[in-house]
């Protein structure tokens, strides 16, 4: 069963890189790395998905190492609107293993 | 394009009642999901419809039953309530099965049992 580890919360001010970092040891060969955002009172939205290197979209970047037993998701230029839950989900292979975990709260103050 | 909408938005129930959360997407998807999620805790899969006409449990089904009725709706019913089920309900869409698809997530059902 698939699991990801990632911090409880993390700090940060306006305008700074954010890289929140996920373990997920067990990741199976055909298994995609996800990340979902989700503000309070709201479902989780979709950020950004990768399998290995590097994938970058306009909202973040997703750095996978080749041992893919961990990825690192990468905000550039963080504001208070990026204040949220951040989840790391891996695919655990049959669709009714997709954990959520209780995610990265990351706060981001002025 | 509303994309997936749930209601009610709000419930609240004592402990036994019956109720049924709706959910229905317009985006043509094939896949739909049934999650909750407990304060500061992540989304927990209830059950999960693959395609239409099929329905699967998650990892917390029991106290709950699902029903695909078309390919836009996707029903969950709690048959006798009880306040370990209170919690916020987010019903979910995607293109196909797995996290290979995005997923779209409904504004959720904050539901109580008293």
């Known amino acids: 069963l698939a699991k990801t580890t990632q911090p409880i919360s993390m700090d940060s001010y306006e305008g700074q890189e954010v890289n929140i970092t996920c373990s997920h040891n067990?990741?199976?060969?055909?298994?995609?790395i996800t990340w979902y955002q989700q503000f309070p009172s709201q479902g989780p939205r979709f950020i950004i998905q990768?399998?290995?290197t590097k994938v970058t979209n306009e909202v973040a970047s997703l750095f996978i190492p080749a041992d893919r037993k961990s990825s690192t998701l990468s905000l550039p230029r963080v504001s208070l609107s990026d204040t949220a839950v951040y989840y790391c989900?891996?695919?655990?292979?049959?669709?009714?293993?997709?954990?959520f975990g209780k995610g990265t709260k990351l706060s981001v103050k002025p | 394009n509303a994309g997936v909408t749930q209601t009610p938005k709000f419930q609240v129930l004592k402990t036994g009642q019956s109720m049924t959360l709706q959910c229905a997407q317009d985006m043509n998807h094939n896949s739909m999901y049934w999650y909750r999620q407990d304060p500061g805790m992540g989304l927990r899969l209830i059950y999960y419809?693959?395609?239409?006409?099929?329905?699967d449990k998650g990892e917390v089904p029991n106290g709950y039953n699902v029903s695909r009725l078309n390919k836009r709706e996707f029903s969950l019913r709690l048959e006798s309530a009880a306040p370990s089920q209170t919690s916020v309900y987010f019903c979910a869409s995607s293109v196909g099965g797995g996290l290979l698809y995005e997923q779209y997530f409904g504004p959720g059902t904050r539901l109580t049992v008293t």
């Open positions: 990768g399998y290995k």
């Open positions: 989900l891996s695919w655990g292979g049959s669709q009714g293993n997709l954990i």
């Open positions: 419809s693959a395609s239409e006409g099929t329905t």
């Open positions: 067990n990741i199976a060969t055909n298994d995609y």
